[in-house]
Nanobody
């Protein structure tokens, strides 16, 4: 069982930066693949980034080059550094954890690949 708690969201002007954090419970954090998703009002939840238990990363085209995902297994925490923010980045950002044997972008970007979800943290980017 894994519990996830996101933090670090807030209001920022376009071009600004934030670092989102996802703190996880449990003693087997290092074995989980971790992902970040976001959902804007009226839109479907979409994958933003993911990092495997071995450190492989995935980024959505819309954020590649601006966002960076990382993990600190000693702290049971995954981070999402978000830079050069745009108004279209405004959304609730969710952290997710899952375990599966084969790491592929197709799987890392699928909501169904993840078994555990945090409550979300709001990121609002003003013009």
């Amino acid at each position: 069982q894994v519990q996830l708690v996101e933090s670090g969201g807030g209001l920022v002007e376009a071009g600004g930066s934030l670092r989102l954090s996802c703190a996880a419970s449990g003693r087997t954090f290092s074995s989980y693949h971790m992902g970040w998703f976001r959902q804007a009002p009226g839109k479907e939840r979409e994958s933003v980034a993911a990092i495997s238990s071995g450190g492989n990363t995935y980024y959505a085209v819309s954020v590649k080059g601006r966002f960076t995902i990382s993990r600190d297994n000693a702290k049971n925490t995954v981070y999402l550094q978000v830079n050069s923010l745009k108004p279209e980045d405004t959304a609730v950002y969710y952290c997710a954890a899952g375990q599966w044997g084969l790491w592929l972008p197709f799987l890392s970007g699928k909501s169904t690949s993840y078994s555990y979800w945090g409550q979300g943290t709001q990121v609002t980017v003003s013009t």
